[in-house]
């Protein structure tokens, strides 16, 4: 059960993968809240269809498929980074603070300082304050959870630590929220239930961008991730810097998660419960395996709840994240107990 | 209630066939008489006591009632009638949790019985506003977050309340258990603006001015109707409207028996979701309300934007829709304070037929040709 299957069938488990993640990506292009026929769909990818076909698939199917192919990719692999930093299979982004520090960014622009400066959504700094916010509040967090991190010895209180920062930040959003106006809640509400439209091209490269530089780093790492699994006396025996790695891979989650983030809001449960399925699916430990794999699963489990969230034909739309955990949560429930318990993993 | 006006609308249908010249205006007719009286509240007069029923006061409720008794001052209390449901009017110490209350007292001459409001930071008109500063109008904080203490402090008659749900009604009513009497306000549920009007007759009971609230309503619905039947009678085409705006993956839509839609109809105007028939706002893909927007000719209260550019800034997918390009964007900000107060959340209630007005106007400038936008202004 512990070693990695063998590399053909990984390999071509990989390519299923791969191709339905195709298949899902072409039937988020196709498919939304208004029908398109294939070859109206087919005519606007390539720049020949009506007018407003062509609005609909490049302005807006597109742009929400590839958001979220790239956020469902880093958030899985955010949270795979963090589970295997703790050992801890319920670490994640959202665990560590790293998501309500975002959200406290936001909520902080929001219900203070754009009023404060009568910056109104809709004007030309509103959207750019929103995601610089969420980067900013991100990036505290994992500062001071890095600080933290470099004087302690035991990743355990670290993670307790971000746990309890976690939940200082949610108690700081909550009395922000009780001192703001309706208008201003509705507007933090919904950017909590998280969103893949309304994203430019321009947006679009700069997660994009973000999430490279964060994977690179990330694939970087596959060596001491794979050390960390057998313990941390076992990495420093085979010459891994623990202070040094931990740091890198705290960045690095931060960076990915962060960033999505500011884009889209909090994702919900994919940080936590994909990695899960990864392992699950090539029944492997090892992060060669396991990164790749995390990335690709979530960005399918991204576009599945896009997909469902559009509610195709009527014209109606629920939050995304809504959709997310309740597809994930059966998942990772049925996963734990047919494994009878996924702890013996780390 | 569904049923009932597709059974109308299927005998409307027969009908018209039989005299297809003047259809338009028997549907109207019909529909109106149907829809312009105020449903969530009835009155009921004997002897000097006024039997007040407020019917499901918030979004959801279904059978809920609450039964007021409103007693003269020195009358004596029939018997049968529970001293818990009685307000003895005039009130002279109202709250205001709304500031669609503040317009209605204002509209009647009765500022002075406002002991209290929430929200006070959005309020437009300048002589509440001069109260507000001068201590004499406390706030008394919002829903969620009511200063209790303060409220029981104030000594009011009564609190003009409005039940978004449920259990933040359920909030309010605890303040009964500390002596506060506290009526719901519906009238923001009221689906036609006449019927949201007509709710000025409560309060011109409570403050001693029925008379005034009585004629101020019939002046108003008699403008109202008289504008809308010019419209009909007018050979005028009717533009489709646009209406609200996208919140990142979302668009609300008002249904087209809501408040603005009826407002839209009885303007002249198509709604361009004129098929959506719900109890309140349903969220739609921006795609879906951008597919059918492609075909709009006027684009109405598009969020909180101020000009054309915060449109494009929003959602530059916005740009490309033709009533975006020929700049037929109409908002409701006319007449704002620098706070954020807006005099279309405050006076229109009590007059939809300048609110009417201003939509014909934008709809059919002929018609109106020497009218002033008063709540609404062409964003540029």
């Known amino acids: ?346 | 209630m569904r049923f009932s006006f597709i059974l109308l609308a299927a005998i409307l249908a027969l009908y018209s066939c039989n005299s297809s010249d003047n259809s338009g205006k028997i549907s109207a007719d019909a529909q109106r008489a149907v829809k312009t009286k105020a449903t969530r509240f009835s009155l009921e007069e004997k002897d000097d006591i006024t039997r007040l029923v407020i019917n499901d006061p918030w979004q959801n409720a279904s059978g809920e009632q609450l039964v007021f008794y409103l007693v003269p001052h020195g009358e004596v209390i029939p018997a049968k009638i529970s001293p818990e449901n009685v307000i003895r009017v005039p009130v002279s110490r109202m709250i205001c949790m709304s500031t669609t209350h503040l317009a209605a007292l204002s509209a009647l001459g009765a500022t002075d019985v406002i002991a209290g409001a929430s929200g006070t930071n959005l309020v437009y008109d300048a002589s509440l506003r001069k109260s507000i500063e001068e201590g004499i109008i406390p706030d008394v904080g919002y829903e969620g977050s009511l200063d209790r203490e303060l409220i029981v402090a104030l000594r009011p008659d009564l609190l003009m309340a409005y039940g978004v749900s449920a259990s933040s009604s359920e909030q309010m009513r605890k303040m009964s258990d500390m002596g506060v009497k506290v009526i719901f306000n519906a009238d923001y549920l009221e689906e036609h603006p006449l019927a949201r009007c007509e709710w000025i007759k409560i309060f011109g009971l409570l403050t001693g001015k029925k008379e005034k609230a009585d004629s101020l309503y019939s002046a108003v619905t008699e403008n109202y109707l008289r504008l809308a039947e010019m419209v009909r009678d007018s050979s005028e085409s009717r533009p489709a409207v646009l209406l609200g705006a996208p919140w990142e993956d979302v668009w609300y839509i008002s249904p087209s028996n809501s408040y603005i839609g009826s407002l839209i109809s009885d303007a002249g105007g198509q709604y361009l979701f004129d098929d959506l028939t719900a109890p309140n706002s349903l969220p739609f893909a921006v795609e879906a309300v951008f597919r059918r927007a492609t075909r709009a000719d006027v684009w109405i209260n598009p969020g909180t934007a101020g000009s054309l550019d915060e449109i494009a800034e929003y959602d530059h997918r916005m740009t490309k829709l033709a009533v975006y390009k020929s700049g037929s964007v109409w908002n409701n900000r006319n007449r704002m304070t620098p706070a954020g107060g807006n005099d279309y959340w405050e006076t229109a209630v009590v007059r939809p037929d300048l609110l009417l007005s201003d939509l014909i106007s934008i709809l059919h400038p002929r018609l109106l040709p020497d009218h002033e936008l008063w709540y609404f202004m062409k964003l540029k």
């Open chain 1, 1 to 346: 059960m512990n070693g990695p299957t063998s590399r053909l069938s990984a390999g071509m488990i990989f390519l299923m993968l791969l191709l339905l993640l195709f298949l899902l990506f072409a039937l988020d292009l196709l498919s939304g809240s208004t029908h398109l026929e294939m070859r109206d769909v087919l005519a606007s990818l390539f720049g020949s269809g009506t007018e407003h076909g062509e609005i609909i698939v490049m302005q807006f199917r597109l742009p929400k498929a590839l958001t979220a192919v790239i956020a469902g990719a880093a958030m899985a692999v955010s949270g795979l980074l963090m589970q295997t930093l703790f050992r801890n299979p319920l670490a994640g982004p959202d665990v560590l603070g790293v998501s309500s520090g975002a959200g406290l960014g936001v909520a902080l622009t929001l219900l203070t300082l754009t009023p404060l400066l009568s910056i109104r959504s809709g004007s030309p700094l509103y959207g750019w304050s929103m995601i610089l916010a969420a980067w900013a509040g991100a990036g505290v967090v994992m500062t001071v959870i890095m600080t933290v991190a470099a004087r302690m010895r035991d990743i355990m209180s670290v993670l307790i630590i971000g746990l309890l920062l976690a939940g200082a930040i949610s108690s700081i959003v909550s009395l922000l929220q009780y001192f703001s106006n309706e208008t201003m809640l509705k507007t933090y509400v919904i950017w909590t239930m998280g969103n893949l439209g309304n994203m430019s091209y321009m947006q679009i490269k700069i997660l994009a961008l973000a999430v490279a530089a964060g994977s690179a780093i990330a694939l970087l790492m596959v060596k001491p991730l794979n050390a960390l699994l057998m313990g941390e006396i076992f990495s420093k025996t085979v010459g891994v810097n623990l202070k040094r790695t931990r740091l890198i891979l705290l960045a690095t989650a931060s960076i990915l998660a962060g960033s999505v983030t500011a884009f889209c809001g909090p994702i919900a449960f994919l940080g936590v419960a994909v990695p899960h399925i990864a392992r699950l699916i090539f029944s492997s430990n090892d992060h060669r395996i396991l990164m790749p794999a995390s990335a690709i699963c979530g960005a399918v489990i991204l576009l599945v709840s896009d997909l469902i969230s559009t509610l195709p034909g009527s014209g109606q739309i629920v939050p995304v994240n809504t959709v997310t955990s309740l597809i994930g949560i059966p998942v990772v429930l049925w996963i734990i107990a047919g494994r009878k318990g996924i702890g013996r993993r780390f």
